[in-house]
């Protein structure tokens, strides 16, 4: 059944955006923390405050507690697993690299969820989007080839290949878990699948103590439980950006991050974006336009056909 009885594109691409920007200062706020604060620890902060945000909005929304029941707990084990590794990396790798980079690299989850969807689900891969994933990936490597010419004898250091291969990875993990969230939406409520990640998150990362938790400041406290707070609004936002208007038209709206990421990146952090990575990060933002546009153009197709095989078509 839809969810929407009214769509209101407006709202939902402002929605979006209000989502966008505050993932972008959550990140910012992890990054603020990184230097001093394991992965490990920020996806508790995350995660843990997010729950009191989340539990609130399913009251307001009346889905209490219908919307925290599932069919499938070992289907949102998966994707929290998967999920936590997503953050878990990603936060890591914010200590090591330029926010503006960061989210550069995590551009490349989308275009992974393709080709892992077409591995482990059976979607159909046609070539426009093939051709567009490579586009998109290529951009990746331009992101990341400064970083990795440590591996040939380059400029890099270490660290900065240490940081590449964290975000990277967490963009790989990001994918997998997009991919058990396409399963559990076809018979958990998005509710649920949003609760049981942040409860699951949350006591995955737990597990990380002996790693070597740390005293936060007070100021990096107050970080952290703003980046949970900050988290569940954004999660809130998202969700309700997709119940205004179509995914098609809301999802282009996700590279927004990388203008709010550069503006943060410049004012807050001091960090000067290179042309590989304004450059790769332009190609990787047209790939993912190009397959949410292809997206949209099969899905309008696809309706066309029914209406003409109805009786009245």
């Keep these: 059944m839809d969810e929407r009885p009214l769509a209101r594109p407006l709202r939902g691409i402002a929605l979006k955006l209000g989502s966008v920007l505050v993932f972008i200062v959550m990140s910012s706020m992890i990054k603020a923390t990184a230097a001093h604060v394991p992965g490990g620890q ?3 902060f995350r995660s843990f405050f997010a729950l009191p945000v989340i539990l609130a909005w399913l009251a307001w929304q009346r889905e209490l507690p219908a919307g925290l029941k599932t069919e499938d707990p070992f289907g949102h084990f998966w994707r929290g697993f998967l999920g936590t590794m997503a953050m ?3 936060f890591a790798g914010l200590g090591y690299l330029p926010l503006p980079e960061v989210t550069a690299i995590g551009y490349a989850a989308p275009l992974l969820t393709v080709i892992f969807a077409a591995m ?3 979607e159909e891969v046609r070539a426009f989007r093939i051709t567009a994933v490579a586009l998109g990936l290529t951009g990746v490597l331009i992101v990341l080839s400064p970083r990795l010419s440590v591996l040939s004898g380059g400029t890099a250091d270490y660290r900065d290949a240490f940081g590449a ?16 969230v396409r399963k559990l939406v076809m ?7 949003v609760f049981w990640f942040s ?9 990380t103590i002996p790693f070597g938790w740390v005293w936060p400041s007070p100021t ?3 970080l952290l439980i703003g980046a949970g707070l900050l988290g569940g609004i954004g999660q809130i936002l998202l969700t309700s950006s997709y119940r205004e208007a179509d995914a098609s038209l809301v999802a282009p709206f996700d590279y927004a991050s990388m203008l709010f990421a550069l503006a943060i990146g410049w004012f807050v952090f001091a960090e000067m974006p290179t042309r590989p990575m304004l450059g790769g990060a332009a190609l990787v933002v047209a790939a993912g336009i190009l397959i949410i546009w292809r997206e949209r153009q099969l899905g309008l197709e696809r309706s066309r056909q029914r ?6 078509g």
């Design 220 to 222: 990096e406290t107050a």
């Design 42 to 44: 920020a996806v508790f």
């Design 120 to 122: 482990f689900l059976g």
């Design 165 to 180: 291969a964290l975000v990277l990875g967490g963009a790989v993990f990001a994918a997998l878990a997009q991919v058990f």
């Design 307 to 312: 209406k003409s095989m109805t009786p009245n």
């Design 88 to 90: 878990g990396l990603g």
């Design 187 to 193: 018979n958990e409520r998005t509710a649920t699948i």
């Design 199 to 207: 409860v699951t998150s949350t006591l995955l990362s737990l597990t």
